[in-house]
């Protein structure tokens, strides 16, 4: 069985996508990046402020499956300059306690020029 995850709390998706999908006790969550859940407006102009943004969001999507932080097992990030690692780091580090596996990689450019995007897997029981 598949259960589609949609929550207020995180960004409405932009394109032919959801929130994320349940499967098999898992959470597989689509990309966040730093928008208002209610205006779709871009937050924040620095790497701190929209990574901030991107973690409410990623949570949002958490709790809405029935799961959290501590039970993502693997996050994709996605970087506008790689410049903003070690900032970028300092946010992530905050929720992601129980260190998932992960990969962190520069991209050419994100939507609407943002300057960071995260996605996770996350066991839900």
Do not use: W
Not at 10 to 24: C, E, R
Not at 94 to 99: H, P, V
């Amino acid at each position: 069985m598949i259960k589609t995850i949609a929550t207020p709390n995180a960004p409405a998706a932009i394109g032919p996508y959801t929130q994320g999908k349940v499967v098999n006790g898992f959470l597989f969550a689509s990309g966040q990046v730093a928008l208002d859940p209610q205006t779709g407006e871009i937050v924040g102009t620095t790497i701190e402020e929209q990574a901030e943004r991107v973690m409410k969001s990623v949570g949002a999507i958490l709790e809405a499956a029935g799961t959290d932080f501590t039970k993502v097992v693997k996050t994709t990030c996605f970087l506008a300059d790689m410049g903003d690692f070690a900032a970028f780091n300092a946010i992530y580090g905050k929720y992601f306690t129980e260190k998932p596996a992960r990969s962190c990689v520069a991209v050419k450019e994100l939507p609407k020029k943002l300057l960071c995007e995260v996605e996770v897997i996350a066991v839900v029981d």
